[in-house]
């Protein structure tokens, strides 16, 4: 039902001309690209896995940009802090986690370059050394704080692109 209730959506936005950011594929890197990895043996890479998350959501952007909806793609974040509080069975360490979500926003951007979407990068400006979000730039060590806000209305400037 989320591609319907997206298209209701879009639906309202064309009519007033705003800007849809899509920010999609932090809890595929945080649980579920690692979970499917394990729970096929191995025998799914992550990398297989990342790559046909993006071609998922690549065909929702697609349609949307056919239907000359004004659309940017947010990067999701790096790594979070926050450990294994639904008890999957197969969690990846911090490195792994990183990893993932590191290869994660470069395929994305890649993507989103090679079908002339509208990328922002905010992995870049707020990762840390290893790979994981600054604390700085979160409330509860996954999602952003009113500090990425700042980021992202910068680069919209910088890209000649409006904000109310």
């Not at 039902?1 to 879009?10: A, E, F």
């Not at 025998?43 to 949307?64: D, H, P």
């Not at 290893?130 to 910088?158: C, T």
Request: with cysteine; charged share 25%; proline share 1%.
């Amino acid at each position: 039902m989320s591609n319907s209730r997206l298209l209701r959506l879009v639906e309202r936005i064309q009519k007033r001309k705003d800007i849809l950011v899509l920010v999609f594929g932090e809890i595929d890197c945080r649980i579920h690209i690692y979970y499917q990895h394990m729970k096929r043996q191995r025998a799914v890479s992550t990398s297989y896995l990342i790559e046909e998350t993006i071609e998922n959501y690549g065909r929702v952007l697609n349609q949307l940009k056919g239907m000359g909806v004004n659309l940017i793609v947010h990067g999701i974040t790096p790594a979070a802090w926050e450990e294994n509080i639904y008890n999957y069975p197969y969690y990846g360490s911090r490195a792994v986690r990183a990893g993932i979500s590191k290869e994660f926003n470069e395929k994305l951007k890649a993507y989103c370059e090679a079908n002339d979407l509208r990328y922002f990068d905010i992995y870049s400006r707020v990762v840390d050394q290893d790979g994981m979000i600054q604390r700085g730039f979160s409330y509860d060590g996954v999602h952003l704080n009113d500090k990425a806000i700042d980021l992202f209305k910068e680069w919209m400037r910088s890209h000649g692109i409006q904000s109310d």
